[in-house]
């Protein structure tokens, strides 16, 4: 069985940082493309990065770029978003996700509208709340 457990959410006053974690089981990630996404009360769920699966390079959208980081652990089989200068228009709910299927897992020009049944594998999500 594929899952994905996400951790490290918290509460952060605005500038500050928080790591965020992605660990799989029943599946390598690193055989996976990886997506974050999040969902803020009262929105849709949005995608913030995608991590293509046979380049590991990762697409972010334009709100968190040259903030956050997304990374791999091979060897603990876990993705870490790294989240730097949160801004209180961060706080949501984030998710991973995870897919094998044959265009998203090259991270597409479309791929922040995937749809959710286009992932194998989705995390149960993990609060962060930016606030002073």
């Known amino acids: 069985q594929l899952q994905l457990v996400e951790s490290g959410g918290g509460l952060v006053q605005p500038g500050g940082s928080l790591r965020l974690s992605c660990a799989a089981s029943?599946?390598?990630?690193?055989?996976?493309?990886i997506y974050w996404f999040r969902q803020a009360p009262g929105r849709e769920r949005e995608a913030v990065s995608c991590?293509?699966?046979?380049?590991?390079?990762?697409n972010y959208i334009q709100s968190v770029k040259g903030r956050f980081t997304v990374s791999r652990d091979n060897a603990k089989n876990t993705v870490s978003l790294q989240m730097n200068n949160l801004k209180p228009e961060d706080t949501a709910v984030y998710y991973c996700?995870?897919?094998?299927?044959?265009?998203?897992?090259?991270?597409?020009?479309?791929?922040?509208?995937?749809?959710?049944?286009?992932?194998?594998?989705w995390g149960q999500g993990t609060q962060v709340t930016v606030s002073s």
């Open positions: 991590t293509s699966r046979s380049t590991g390079t990762t």
């Open positions: 029943g599946f390598t990630l690193d055989a996976y493309a």
């Open positions: 996700a995870a897919t094998n299927s044959e265009v998203p897992r090259m991270c597409p020009v479309f791929w922040q509208r995937l749809p959710r049944t286009t992932f194998d594998s």
